[in-house]
């Protein structure tokens, strides 16, 4: 039985018919690029996906801004370095509502390093100062 | 009062007015950027997710970084950034240009300035703005203030999520307030396409098996005190069928359903607005009406990309530095969207310079041809692989696709798809 799959490579979307073969392989029809190919092995057999999220900071209110300026800022900004295997986001997520960052943080820093061994770390996307 | 005096004003410190601002001081114009914000950086500090940047830095950024990284190249400029400071008040009438800004840290602020420019962004259609009947109740929200909610402040704005339109900030919540636990149950779309990107329509909701009801029309919202539930509509050629509405509980609405230039303070100066944007009519250097006043970024027209913010705002800063030296175009023609195009900006090319146009286009289409004619002479036809309402297409345009123009009465150069 075919699966259906909607390649996002390009704004083209190519509806991707995709059967899998003895062998282990992908048939793949209705590309119209050999990146239809590329992106319907890549979904079907190890599909990864950049997961961005907020952790929280600890003692609360942070800002970038003014200092003694009126802030809101209470929560850090945080990806994963890289595409992360999808069956695992759940578990990563998780790990990062529980982090808790002192300040003062930058942007690029490592809250969590290797990710399950994924090589896959948590980095901040923001910077933090603290606010006294 | 604070009373300070610069060559040039830009007001909004998002991707746009950085980009400008840069492009004044690097030409030795001194700068004053007005942000009403604490921090620089614009609507991109919530925007946490990926997928920024793919042309300005050549790696994919969240929001938060791609700002930083603007903002980091105004270290050890001359120029000045003014946060927590909101324009009140702008006065374009005489060459010298007044700009009254509340602040936290000055009180009242007065600056003056020969050049100002508009880089204010854009903001939400609400509730008001696409007429949903129904009850009053709390819970509902445009996708942005939930963004805004959920990634910057910290609060979760509800439980069970319906959204309403399918532009890209409802389908990213979507998937973010799946992130933080929340069950989205459906998106809802008038239209028979999505409006937002393929690749959000899967990754944001394909992903999460959120249902996506396109040609579906938001008949009622339910709830006295609180949302409890989103009557929806389908509609079949052409006919709302309200047969066979039926009901989806809920306890939160978020609206996606469409952005407009914030064009307040444009209006008090005097600045005429194009109503298929709801931006500034802009001429070759970006320039409205108003001598001296230019626009640049989402306040000129939504675009899709930062990416093409930070472009065209690079431009409208250095063609503002040019107007300061005293540079003007020798003579321009007027842009005109003709058939599949909504809009073009800006409204005016100049004849002997290199001019980039962004339009929109009307349909959905593969294999399209985008033709330019020059008072009804083509002079450049360029094939499009796929083209849609939500993407963005750019255009250039050089002198020598403009040479039958030159010494023409009134000329008109005609944008169109088929």
Not at chain 1, 37 to 59: C, D, F, H, I
Not at chain 2, 313 to 341: C, D
Request: glycine residues 10%.
């Amino acid at each position: 039985m075919s699966e259906e799959l909607i390649c996002i490579t390009c704004p083209l979307g190519c509806r991707l018919s995709v059967d899998r073969q003895p062998d282990g392989g992908l048939a793949v029809t209705g590309n119209r690029c050999p990146r239809g190919v590329k992106y319907a092995n890549e979904e079907l057999l190890a599909p990864r996906r950049v997961v961005s999220a907020t952790a929280a900071v600890e003692g609360g209110a942070a800002c970038s801004g003014n200092p003694g300026g009126l802030c809101a800022v209470s929560r850090l900004p945080v990806r994963s370095s890289a595409a992360y295997p999808k069956q695992g986001v759940p578990e990563l997520l998780e790990a990062i509502y529980a982090l808790r960052v002192s300040l003062p943080v930058s942007r690029g820093d490592v809250l969590i390093k290797d990710f399950k061994g994924s090589g896959v770390d948590v980095i901040a996307t923001r910077t933090l100062k603290r606010v006294e | 009062m604070k009373d300070l005096t610069f060559d040039s004003v830009v007001i909004g410190g998002g991707a746009a007015g950085m980009a400008a601002a840069l492009e004044l001081d690097r030409a030795g114009f001194s700068c004053a950027i007005v942000e009403r914000e604490e921090a620089l950086g614009g609507i991109l500090t919530q925007c946490i997710h990926n997928g920024f940047g793919l042309i300005e830095f050549n790696e994919e950024l969240s929001g938060p970084e791609f700002a930083e990284k603007i903002e980091e190249r105004l270290a050890g400029t001359g120029i000045t950034s003014f946060t927590g400071a909101t324009v009140m008040e702008l006065d374009a009438s005489g060459d010298i240009k007044t700009l009254y800004c509340y602040t936290g840290a000055h009180g009242v602020m007065r600056l003056s300035a020969r050049v100002v420019v508009l880089a204010m962004g854009c903001r939400e259609r609400n509730r008001g703005n696409i007429r949903i009947p129904g009850d009053r109740p709390a819970g509902v929200y445009t996708a942005g203030l939930a963004q805004r909610l959920v990634n910057i402040e910290g609060f979760v704005p509800g439980k069970d999520v319906v959204i309403i339109g399918s532009g890209d900030i409802g389908l990213i919540m979507a998937r973010r307030m799946s992130w933080i636990g929340c069950k989205v149950h459906a998106v809802v779309e008038i239209l028979p396409y999505p409006s937002g990107l393929t690749r959000n329509i899967v990754q944001c909701l394909h992903d999460f098996g959120i249902p996506l009801y396109l040609s579906h029309l938001t008949t009622n919202i339910v709830g006295r005190e609180r949302v409890e539930g989103v009557e929806i509509t389908p509609i079949e050629n052409g006919a709302t069928r309200y047969d066979k509405a039926f009901t989806i509980p809920c306890d939160t609405v978020l609206l996606s359903v469409g952005l407009v230039p914030e064009n307040e303070l444009s209006k008090m100066a005097g600045v005429e607005l194009n109503p298929m944007t709801n931006g500034p009519v802009a001429d070759s250097m970006l320039m409205t009406n108003v001598p001296g006043v230019f626009a640049c970024g989402n306040v000129l027209h939504v675009h899709d990309l930062v990416d093409y913010v930070v472009e065209e705002a690079r431009r409208a800063g250095a063609h503002a530095a040019r107007w300061l030296k005293g540079e003007r175009p020798k003579a321009e023609a007027r842009v005109k969207a003709g058939p599949n195009v909504r809009y073009c900006a800006p409204s005016r090319v100049d004849l002997h310079a290199a001019n980039k146009l962004y339009m929109r286009t009307l349909i959905v289409k593969n294999d399209a041809t985008l033709e330019v004619k020059v008072n009804n002479r083509v002079v450049k036809s360029v094939k499009k692989n796929h083209i849609q309402p939500s993407e963005m297409i750019a255009v250039e345009l050089g002198p020598k696709d403009l040479e039958f123009a030159v010494g023409a009465p009134d000329p008109v150069v005609e944008l169109s798809i088929s």
